[in-house]
């Protein structure tokens, strides 16, 4: 195993991009904001999953990656969907909810419902289930190597967005027929294995790839000019893009030329964030969330039902905060660091939601050996 340290870059991009997410989740988000973070924030994640892929681990014991992979994202998932579903299991043994529904939404929770009237409340979950098709669909490929295991999942993925957009039988389907958010895998093929195609196979000790792969002995200029380029292209594709990415819900457009201004928007987007996490100084609470983002996925819907409602409750008009609306943003990120931060520290229970539920028997055994 490689010595090499683990390059923070990846969490610090990984921590920006799940804050933004968050934002993205926000009430009162103004049209252009969201449409902003739209382009970048889930391409970015999506890209550096694809990044930090270990083709090697996947080619010598491909059942025991997989198992590894679903332990660290559809275990998590499940526990944190059963957390959720607690108060609805309660109102359904008193009869205040009916049975036909509570079992809908009990399958869309354990199969990754990315529609919000399908599960409870865990809506975000089903980046988690789609991210462990994408595991098995790159460890099937991991003999091509890298390159061609990159190109040609990105390749798969442009092919299912062509063939699936503008008619909506692909979008809207019940969740039982699509278990493990299996109908939004294909459209995030795409950053995936743009991502996969990018790191080489070289894992979370990659070194910032392509030509965000800054040296000390860079020049100023090379850095000014790509993100001034970078940064023009992403505002006049996101300006210009009728259609806003969707990656839960499989739409990226309904005509060719949308399609088209949306993927340029997705990965110069992308590009931009890399960039401009380069350039800032490592920062230890931002890679810290970077490790620790599956609570925040899982009960950022939570959190934001509960500061919608306690604000409402408060005498505050939420459709009405206008610029302010990134104070409840910033309100609910606070509350979802604050509950990562009290799981990372319950033990078993904390290994479970971070997606590490090895993690403490691994070091008992070592103790004992």
Known sequence: MSSAPRNPTIDMCRGIGIA????????????????????????????????????????AAPASHLWGKFMRLVVPAWGMGLVLAVPYIVAWALGR??????????????????????????????SLFCLFWLDVAATALARLG?????????????????????????SDVNPVEWPFSLRNVGCAMVFYGAGLWLGGGKGPRAAAVGPMQFTPASLTMRRALLLVVTLAVWVLAVRHAPDVLNVSRNRIGTTPMAMAMTLLAAFAGTALLWQVVV???????????????????????????????????????????????WVLALIELALLCAIAWVLDRMGPIGDLFNGRPLKRVGREKARMA
């Open 146 to 170: 890298p390159s061609v295991a990159g190109a040609l999942m990105t390749g798969v993925g442009l092919v299912w967005i062509v063939f699936t957009q503008g008619g909506g039988t692909w």
């Open 97 to 126: 909810f009916p049975d036909d529904e509570f079992a809908m939404r009990f399958v869309g929770t354990m199969t990754g419902s990315a529609i919000n009237e399908w599960n409870f409340l865990s809506t975000p979950l089903w």
């Open 20 to 59: 933004l997410v968050v934002f993205s989740h926000a009430w009162a988000l103004p049209d252009p904001v969201y449409r902003a973070i739209y382009s970048m924030a889930f391409p970015a994640f999506l890209l550096r999953a694809g990044l930090v892929f270990q083709p090697s681990r996947a080619v």
């Open 279 to 325: 350039l800032l100084p490592t920062s230890r609470a931002v890679v810290w969330l970077g490790t620790h983002t599956l609570p925040v996925f899982g009960f950022n819907y939570l959190v934001n039902k509960i500061v919608f409602e306690t604000a409402t409750r408060a005498g505050v008009e939420v459709a009405r905060l206008g610029n302010w609306w």
